[in-house]
């Protein structure tokens, strides 16, 4: 099945979700009591599902994200941080192991070129160019560049 996502913003974003995950989880073991981490859990979860919709053309991947059983395991004596940290934890191996298939499962639309400005044979001297040279000129047109 073809995807309409270039594969290195699949990647990019998968590591991003990966990250965020693991910053639950570090969230939760220094804030060991804090009842926040299930409300963290579940908008992350969110966040995820609706990018799996959003990019992938079947619920295969969210399907996986939502209901692939953990292993239990106890990290704190109250039960819903407990359950949301179990949950993280297999949320996170299925990510990764969707980042790791990928290119097996999928194919991706080709990566698109880049064209710099110092390639077009008219702008061929911008390489040469001091910004301190032309930084009146941008604060003038462009006031974000003061």
């Avoid at 053309?57 to 179990?86: R, V």
Wanted: glycine share 4%; proline share 5%.
């Amino acid at each position: 099945m073809k995807i309409h996502t270039p594969l290195n913003d699949v990647k990019d974003q998968l590591i991003n979700f990966i990250s965020e995950g693991y910053g639950i989880l570090g969230f939760a073991f220094s804030n060991p009591y804090n009842s926040n981490v299930p409300t963290m859990r579940q908008l992350w979860e969110i966040k995820v599902v609706n990018y799996f919709d959003s990019v992938f053309p079947t619920k295969k991947e969210s399907g996986q994200f939502l209901h692939t059983p953990g292993i239990e395991l106890l990290f704190n004596q109250d039960m819903s941080i407990n359950k949301a940290l179990n949950r993280t934890n297999a949320n996170l191996k299925v990510l990764e192991q969707i980042l790791d298939t990928l290119k097996r499962n999928y194919q991706f639309e080709p990566e698109t070129q880049r064209l710099y400005i110092q390639g077009i044979d008219s702008f061929s001297k911008v390489r040469d160019l001091n910004i301190a040279q032309v930084k009146a000129f941008l604060k003038r047109w462009f006031p974000e560049y003061s």
